[in-house]
């Protein structure tokens, strides 16, 4: 089993988000904070991505190797270099490092980009990527970094926003998209399935067909059922129910919102019906989920 970045590099987190009490993006990203005298961190292979953001100010050596090419250069400050999943990945740095490290689960990064932001995103994102500068990503950073130090309530809420920001930011304009003029067989672009995604949006408390979507997307019901599944690992239905399973979890942070109105809202036939497809998708019951959350805050 590959071990985590934070168990083969030379010094402790300074802050660390799973260390957090008030917060629940740890279900979107980890956060963690390093300064570490010159030394090396051994090659290893993660099942995540890593986004690492260099604050240190002044310019210094550091080599990177991945996948078994040797870089030497120079990081500046705002530098960042992405080693995506998959990648066998080595470090060695000639000054006191300074930097943010994001850890993201690449099914959840493309879970989140084809929900909240309408994209779909290429298999091989960020390996094109081995270093680049941005000052607002890295500005994002350092407010998720402050937030980690206070751990409080208020700043738990601060990292929320923040983490969504920075991982917004990265996929919109780093996120390599998947190529739309292939083969007919995978035809399903991101226009198609951001007219699918708002309708189902805008019905979510109503009766959705496969026929219904295949319409939006303006494909015969067997083409899009192909295409959609070939895209996005999963059939239309399938989807669909876990869209709104998903949006429940959502509401269900709202105490004063009664289970039953949240089932009416997300267009589950009727309370059992809910009950049985989110303890299916979650492992938990939507009463057990929301104790969870209440024990949380």
């Not at 990064?109 to 990527?129: I, M, P």
């Not at 239905?237 to 039953?260: I, K, N």
């Amino acid at each position: 089993m590959p071990r985590r970045y934070e168990e083969i590099y030379p010094s402790r987190p300074l802050l660390d988000s799973d260390a957090m009490e008030h917060v629940s993006a740890a279900a979107l990203m980890s956060v963690r904070y390093f300064q570490a005298e010159p030394d090396v961190m051994p090659e290893e292979v993660f099942a995540e991505h890593h986004v690492l953001l260099n604050l240190r100010p002044e310019p210094h050596r550091v080599q990177n190797r991945r996948d078994g090419v040797l870089r030497d250069f120079t990081l500046r400050c705002n530098d960042i270099i992405v080693t995506p999943a998959g990648m066998k990945s080595g470090w060695r740095w000639f000054a006191k490092s300074d930097v943010i490290v994001v850890t993201l689960d690449p099914e959840k990064v493309h879970r989140f980009a084809q929900t909240e932001l309408g994209l779909l995103l290429d298999a091989q994102q960020f390996r094109d990527l081995p270093q680049f500068s941005d000052a607002d990503l890295c500005a994002a950073g350092v407010m998720l970094r402050d937030a980690l130090e206070a751990d409080d309530i208020s700043s738990g809420v601060m990292f929320e926003a923040m983490s969504r920001v920075l991982l917004v930011k990265l996929l919109q304009r780093y996120g390599k998209r998947r190529p739309e003029d292939v083969a007919m067989t995978a035809r399903f672009t991101s226009a198609h399935y951001n007219r699918v995604l708002a309708f189902i949006r805008a019905r979510l408390d109503q009766t959705i067909t496969v026929d219904d979507m295949a319409s939006e997307a303006g494909m015969s019901p067997s083409h899009f059922s192909r295409v959609f599944k070939e895209t996005l690992g999963s059939a239309p239905m399938q989807y669909v129910l876990a869209y709104r399973v998903e949006q429940a979890g959502r509401m269900m942070q709202d105490p004063a919102l009664p289970l039953s109105a949240i089932a009416m809202a997300c267009g589950f036939a009727d309370q059992a019906h809910f009950s049985r497809s989110f303890k299916q998708l979650t492992g938990k019951t939507p009463r057990a989920f929301r104790n969870e959350l209440a024990a949380a805050t």
